[in-house]
């Protein structure tokens, strides 16, 4: 594993560094989510390789792996076992959050994602109650710009 930190900007995440597989391994594990309905739509990659990566300042040689990983063959618990959720200050539930992010980005959040959002939880010991205000914090988030794209 790369000891290489990235400097990102705290001003979502909270975080200020995290080590550069770190992200790797947490697109491979997005990818896994939002692919589990059976593909990775257009939106859901555009979110992972565009927006989250920009905001975080993601290497360009991360979102190439990101783009060619072979989410239908992964598994979570793989992912995890090797991935140190120590990384990121509470990297449990903001996995959480942008799997639920990234899987609804094409404007469905299928009952597949949803699932393996739930089996994503259970084995990061995120509690169910903690999901189901992660999944309303997301659906008032997409209310919100629904909002303000109708009145601006």
Wanted: hydrophobic share 45%; proline share 3%; charged share 30%.
């Amino acid at each position: 594993m790369s000891t290489e930190i990235f400097k990102i900007s705290p001003s979502f995440y909270g975080i200020s560094m995290v080590p550069k597989d770190s992200w790797r391994e947490y697109g491979y594990a997005l990818l896994t989510i939002a692919g589990s309905d059976g593909e990775v739509s257009d939106p859901e990659l555009e979110w992972l390789t565009i927006e989250c990566a920009e905001a975080v300042g993601v290497a360009e040689d991360i979102v190439a792996d990101w783009e060619e990983y072979d989410f239908e063959e992964s598994k979570l618990e793989e992912i995890f076992h090797t991935f140190n959720t120590r990384s990121f200050a509470n990297f449990n539930k903001l996995l959480i959050y942008d799997a639920i992010r990234m899987s609804s980005a094409d404007g469905d959040y299928a009952q597949d994602e949803r699932e393996q959002v739930h089996h994503a939880a259970n084995i990061l010991r995120v509690p169910m109650d903690t999901v189901m205000a992660i999944e309303a914090l997301v659906d008032l988030e997409h209310a919100a710009d629904k909002l303000r794209m109708t009145i601006l």
